[in-house]
């Protein structure tokens, strides 16, 4: 529990990252990437005012990412009263917040952020950050992506020994790819302390400061507001319900099929210039449909690698996974959880 009057609580596609450590352990901020290039996915935000002996006041906002993103950077900070620019304040990283996805953990060097690559960037410049393990007993595991991608490979060869033995080479690349996780947060929030003589604003501006409020909230005398923002898939977007015939469009043909040397050069040319635009484009197909089922996928478009790093994917510890593969619907846990870098 929390002598804080205010909680916001981060669910979603979100990159977190502390920036201006100070010698007090205190950080200036802490800057909170939204992926809003994720398909499927929207913005949202709720508000609840809580008191005692009164009913909840409730407001929902939902931002379309085609809107939201327009707004490169957003700042949350504590002014005074009657005032616009923020107070001296600062953002405390608490050590249960090492429960969260951290990349360094598994790249060395870690993953830069590309802040340009995430809309909005949210600055926030006050609050205790925090991250719990509530009802979760599952243990996570990071898998190269190919490996995923071989076992996902709908198999519709007529030969039984050949998808024996792509099910045999897909099982071991798979099996040796994973990196164990261990027990992941599902739960992650901020406790604010307002005061009488404040309020949390929101406003837009540039990545030094903020410019434009939007709106603010202030606790009234024995209140408690709690805020949930969230970047998750819309309920108008199902994720996985797509018919298998859509899967064979997106993922790899693994067909083996021996090519012929027959016709002209030109021609020749001109097929493998034809194949190179098809493989291509299957690619892209097939790399939509994987980051549709495995969201945790998308933060490899808003993180720089070095070259030769690999790309993962975060699941459950699912035995179904490695003996056999016999579920054609595998579902990535959690959906979309928010890491750290």
């Not at 792509?166 to 099996?175: G, P, Q, V, W």
């Not at 996985?240 to 064979?248: E, T």
């Not at 099929?257 to 098809?278: E, F």
């Amino acid at each position: 529990m929390s002598n804080k009057n205010v909680k916001i609580y981060f669910d979603g596609l979100m990159v977190f990252s502390f920036l201006d450590q100070q010698s007090d352990t205190k950080f200036q901020e802490c800057r909170v990437g939204i992926l809003t290039l994720a398909g499927g996915h929207e913005v949202t935000l709720e508000i609840t005012r809580e008191r005692l002996d009164h009913p909840d006041e409730k407001s929902y906002y939902c931002f379309p990412h085609d809107l939201i993103k327009k707004f490169k950077h957003l700042w949350l900070y504590l002014p005074q009263e009657g005032e616009s620019q923020p107070c001296d304040s600062s953002v405390t990283r608490h050590p249960s917040f090492d429960n969260i996805f951290r990349m360094e953990r598994f790249y060395n060097p870690k993953p830069v952020p590309i802040w340009d690559a995430m809309r909005p960037t949210l600055h926030i410049t006050t609050g205790e950050f925090r991250t719990a393990i509530c009802n979760n007993d599952e243990i996570f595991r990071l898998v190269d992506v190919e490996g995923v991608t071989n076992l996902l490979t709908p198999l519709f060869h007529a030969d039984p020994t050949a998808v024996k033995n792509k099910l045999e080479m897909a099982l071991d690349h798979f099996t040796k790819s994973h990196k164990e996780v261990g027990k992941l947060a599902n739960v992650f929030w901020t406790d604010i302390d307002v005061k009488d003589d404040q309020r949390l604003a929101l406003a837009i501006g540039d990545e030094r400061d903020p410019s434009i409020e939007l709106f603010s909230v202030k606790p009234r005398a024995g209140e408690f507001i709690r805020v949930s923002l969230t970047n998750m898939p819309s309920y108008d977007d199902p994720i996985g319900s797509a018919h298998l015939a859509h899967q064979v469009e997106a993922l790899p043909d693994n067909t083996d099929s021996p090519g012929d040397s027959h016709g002209h050069h030109g021609d020749q040319a001109s097929l493998h210039a034809d194949k190179n635009k098809t493989d291509k484009k299957k690619e892209e197909n097939r790399m939509k449909y994987l980051k549709r089922r495995f969201h945790f996928l998308n933060y490899y478009d808003v993180l720089k690698l070095e070259k030769g790093q690999k790309q993962y994917v975060l699941l459950r510890d699912d035995r179904d996974w490695i003996e056999g593969s016999r579920k054609r619907s595998p579902v990535p846990d959690p959906p979309c959880d928010s890491i750290e870098v």
